[in-house]
T-cell receptor, first 113, second 112 residues
Framework: DGGITQSPKYLFRKEGQNVTLSCEQNLNHDAMYWYRQDPGQGLRLIYYSQIVNDFQKGDIAEGYSVSREKKESFPLTVTSAQKNPTAFYLC????????????FGSGTQLSVL | DQQVKQNSPSLSVQEGRISILNCDYTNSMFDYFLWYKKYPAEGPTFLISISSIKDKNEDGRFTVFLNKSAKHLSLHIVPSQPGDSAVYFCAASMDSNYQLIWGAGTKLIIKP
């Protein structure tokens, strides 16, 4: 079954701690994305990558970092610089050919202890 | 400044009737619009899209209408079924731009 796998489903962060959210896809998609969803708001783009070893900041990249060492993987690190990290994080992918149809993972709920 | 607005946070519709979800946008450069459906604790799934060269696109029970002069689009679901209960997001993009701009979503509740 092709799809996007995010892990863990729930994650707790302590003060001053960096945490990494995993995102893996086996759809052979070139483009991958990280979004953040807060209650009552639309999805906001954190980072996106159109190709391996390349990525761009989205609207709310501050306090986050990413890497794209493999086509299948696009992990997101929430650093201690992100002062309000509690949110639902969604990873997505697309063919990257100008198609905006995104395929999403099931998300990670990050909370601060 | 919200470029894509879904002004109804929630909508309740009787099973079998028509559900109409609305979306307004402010940027006239948007030329591609999508609707996604999201169940709790899951990622959104693509539902239907429309290009700005069209004013209507239909897929089974789902129809999206686009009124470019009013910068308004709507999603019609006929007939509404219990499984349609979900949050519906409207999103828009400009040509060759990978960034989708999302509305805040409308929670649709289908009553039996």
């Amino acid at each position: 079954d092709g799809g996007i796998t995010q892990s863990p489903k729930y994650l707790f962060r302590k003060e001053g701690q960096n945490v990494t959210l995993s995102c893996e896809q086996n759809l052979n998609h070139d483009a991958m994305y990280w979004y953040r969803q807060d209650p009552g708001q639309g999805l906001r783009l954190i980072y996106y990558s159109q190709i391996v070893n390349d990525f761009q900041k989205g609207d709310i990249a501050e306090g986050y970092s990413v890497s794209r060492e493999k086509k299948e993987s696009f992990p997101l690190t929430v650093t201690s610089a992100q002062k309000n990290p509690t949110a639902f994080y969604l990873c997505a992918s697309s063919t990257g050919t100008g198609s905006e149809k995104l395929f999403f993972g099931s998300g990670t709920q990050l909370s601060v202890l | 400044d919200q470029q894509v607005k879904q002004n109804s946070p929630s909508l309740s519709v009787q099973e079998g009737r028509i559900s109409i979800l609305n979306c307004d946008y402010t940027n006239s450069m948007f030329d591609y619009f999508l609707w996604y459906k999201k169940y709790p604790a899951e990622g959104p799934t693509f539902l239907i899209s429309i290009s700005s060269i069209k004013d209507k696109n239909e897929d089974g029970r789902f129809t999206v209408f686009l009124n470019k002069s009013a910068k308004h689009l709507s999603l019609h679901i006929v007939p509404s079924q219990p499984g349609d209960s979900a949050v519906y997001f409207c999103a828009a993009s400009m040509d060759s731009n990978y960034q989708l701009i999302w509305g805040a979503g409308t929670k649709l509740i289908i009553k039996p």
